[in-house]
T-cell receptor, first 115, second 110 residues
Framework: DSGVTQTPKHLITATGQRVTLRCSPR?????VYWYQQSLDQGLQFLIQ???????AKGNILERFSAQQFPDLHSELNLSSLELGDSALYFC??????????????FGPGTRLTVL | QQPVQSPQAVILREGEDAVINCSSSKALYSVHWYRQKHGEAPVFLMI?????EQKGHDKISASFNEKKQQSSLYLTASQLSYSGTYFC???????????FGQGTTLQVKP
């Protein structure tokens, strides 16, 4: 158990819908990262928040947005869902803002299926 | 630019050694190695920094050639528990953005 929690574990929805994935980081970690893992794309970095502020961005679609709240939990919002958005979404956390010397701890993931 | 890992897959017997390579076309600040078992989350193994600093696992070693933008992960005297997919993640600077390779699947057989 990494100490990072993600809810829900599984999510099944239809195309065009909107969903929210939730992540709580390890106690003491200020950075939260979101990743998408699909079979053909591997582990793709989406976005990082540090202490409530966006700090790094990957190839995150405009239909996707995230935020980190004052209690440090984070939410990833996915809207206008398409079949291709079906994937495993991981949240990770770390202590610092940069990754030099900072290991990431990954949550168990949310499996999203878009029908 | 995604780093390239080789080999894509490897099968070993317990006790054998393996090397997994990670190569980038960009200058790197750090290389990070993670292992993911089927149906589970990635787990941290090693960080290698420009300049030679390392942080990581006792029983797994790695190298980082800054000039060649390459890293190698050395798995010696492999155990059944080493089975999984190994990912290298690269960062051109000290930010939170890691670009992961496509993964190397390692299977250790008794």
């Amino acid at each position: 158990d990494s100490g990072v929690t993600q809810t829900p574990k599984h999510l099944i929805t239809a195309t065009g819908q909107r969903v929210t994935l939730r992540c709580s980081p390890r106690s003491g970690d200020l950075s939260v990262y979101w990743y998408q893992q699909s079979l053909d794309q591997g582990l793709q970095f989406l976005i990082q928040y540090y202490n409530g502020e966006e700090r790094a961005k990957g190839n995150i679609l405009e239909r996707f947005s995230a935020q980190q709240f004052p209690d440090l939990h984070s939410e990833l919002n996915l809207s206008s869902l398409e079949l291709g958005d079906s994937a495993l979404y991981f949240c990770a956390s770390s202590k610092g803002v940069g990754l030099a010397g900072n290991e990431q701890f990954f949550g168990p993931g949310t499996r999203l299926t878009v029908l | 630019q995604q780093p390239v890992q080789s080999p894509q897959a490897v099968i070993l017997r317990e006790g054998e050694d393996a090397v997994i390579n990670c190569s980038s076309s960009k200058a790197l600040y750090s290389v990070h190695w993670y292992r993911q078992k089927h149906g589970e989350a990635p787990v941290f193994l090693m960080i290698l920094l420009k300049g030679g600093e390392q942080k990581g696992h006792d029983k797994i070693s790695a190298s980082f050639n800054e000039k060649k933008q390459q890293s190698s992960l050395y798995l010696t005297a492999s155990q059944l528990s080493y089975s999984g997919t190994y990912f290298c993640g690269t960062a051109p600077s000290n930010t939170g953005k890691l670009i992961f390779g496509q993964g190397t699947t390692l299977q250790v057989k008794p």
